[in-house]
């Protein structure tokens, strides 16, 4: 690993460490180097997105919890539109079964 690597690995450790959320910005500014830079070096980009990860899925129950409510409403809606479909096909068929 070349020197600025292990600096921003460094930085995201530290960031985590603390409880503070990494993010390009804040291990940008700990490193004295550009977003930009962070995003533009494969190598970099991954350290930060790698610790990212991290965080999210560190956050367990909490982060589950959330997603499964999110899902719970996703599926809702879709229910709902296949409820409004099925009566749409319902008025439908009795509609054509009028005309015989």
Do not use: P, W
């Not at 690995?9 to 940008?28: N, P, Q």
């Not at 550009?34 to 991954?46: D, N, Q, W």
């Not at 959330?66 to 099925?86: C, I, N, P, S, Y």
């Amino acid at each position: 690993m070349n020197e600025l690597a292990g600096r921003v690995e460094a930085a995201c450790d530290a960031l985590s460490g603390e409880g503070a959320r990494v993010t390009f910005a804040a291990v940008a500014e700990r490193v004295e180097l550009s977003k930009a830079t962070l995003y533009r070096r494969a190598e970099l980009r991954a350290i930060v997105e790698e610790h990212r990860a991290r965080d999210r899925d560190a956050h367990g129950l909490a982060g589950i919890v959330v997603e499964l409510d999110h899902l719970r409403q996703g599926l809702e809606a879709v229910a709902a539109k296949v409820r409004r479909h099925e009566e749409e096909i319902r008025k439908l068929k009795r509609r054509t079964a009028a005309t015989r």
